[in-house]
């Protein structure tokens, strides 16, 4: 038999079976005093093995089971922190808009005042240009 106590020792080995043969044709196992037919210590020596492997699977599936649980547990504070950096650029946008606004009315009264300011300072702007060519004339001289 293959299968293991937690001990280490093979499950037949730490119960202590023996064989015994008798004239009939089964073959007795006794643990200890009480006499079991071979077929009755296999199926308890499946019985381990399957417990054996019911237990590995238990561990392995718990072993998933806290793996996901962590994963959870950090993604759900990636979302809580996502969710702060996001009220934190809502509030930072309401307030940009709010100086938007409040400059496009400072700029939309300068302007409303310009014309006044200029006409106020006396100041005169005069332009010495030449006179302008008449591209007109120049091409009819061109094409003549």
Not at 96 to 106: D, P, S, T, V
Request: glycine letters at 2%; a negative charge; charged letters at 25%.
């Amino acid at each position: 038999m293959t299968a293991k106590n937690p001990e280490g020792t093979f499950w037949k080995d730490s119960m202590n079976f023996t064989t015994h043969s008798t004239t009939s044709s089964t073959n007795y196992w006794s643990l200890g005093s009480i006499q079991l037919p071979s077929y009755v210590a296999q199926l308890i020596d499946n019985a381990h093995i399957a417990a054996d492997d019911f237990r590995v699977k238990y561990e392995t599936e718990l072993a998933m089971c806290q793996s996901v649980e962590s994963d959870i547990h950090g993604l759900c504070k990636t979302i809580d922190d996502t969710n702060v950096a996001q009220l934190q650029l809502e509030a930072e946008i309401e307030a940009l808009k709010e100086e938007l606004l409040f400059m496009k009315k400072i700029h939309k009264e300068e302007v409303k005042d310009l014309p006044a300011q200029i006409a106020s300072s006396g100041l005169t702007v005069e332009v010495d240009a030449l006179k302008s060519q008449d591209l007109a004339e120049i091409m009819a001289d061109i094409q003549a």
